[in-house]
């Protein structure tokens, strides 16, 4: 349980410093790739970071807080693969978890990795260990927009 939780810190501090070293080589690049969109990876960092904030403290909120939740800034194809692992999994492929701990909140964290690609981590308190969530992600008119998300490998660790 340790090992699992050191690893993850250690994932998530190297994801942070790996990705500042290579940011300005990958904001050039992403904004080549972004051309038109007026975009810049950093709004899209923002962006993603405040989305998931949102939507994890949705996640959190008792039954007795009745929040409205949050739009789901996913185009067709991510709804879609979205909604079919929902079903499948009964848990939730933009958070990789059923539900959410409301002390994880201040702890989640969006990182650009390279082009469109994000990664959101965060510290699953409940159980002691960080979670990654790559994602693609991209503004369109001044709106989020999620292009993707990888969904979590079912084989035994």
Not at 41 to 49: F, I, K, S
Not at 122 to 139: D, F, G, H, K
Request: charged share 25%; proline share 4%.
């Amino acid at each position: 349980m340790k090992y699992s939780l050191s690893l993850g810190l250690l994932l998530l501090a190297l994801l942070t410093a790996g990705s500042s070293t290579a940011r300005t080589t990958a904001a050039a690049s992403t904004k080549k790739l972004m051309t038109g969109t007026g975009s810049s990876t950093e709004e899209v960092r923002q962006a993603l970071e405040r989305f998931y904030r949102v939507y994890a403290g949705w996640i959190a909120a008792s039954c007795n807080e009745h929040p409205e939740k949050p739009a789901l800034p996913l185009d067709k194809a991510t709804r879609r693969k979205v909604e079919k692992a929902v079903a499948e999994t009964d848990g939730d492929p933009l958070l990789r978890a059923q539900d959410f701990n409301k002390r994880s909140l201040p702890t989640i964290r969006v990182e650009h990795v390279e082009g469109e690609w994000y990664a959101i981590a965060y510290l699953a308190t409940y159980e002691n260990r960080c979670v990654v969530i790559p994602v693609r992600a991209l503004l369109r008119n001044g709106q989020l927009v999620i292009t993707d998300v990888t969904l979590p490998s079912l084989t035994a660790e």
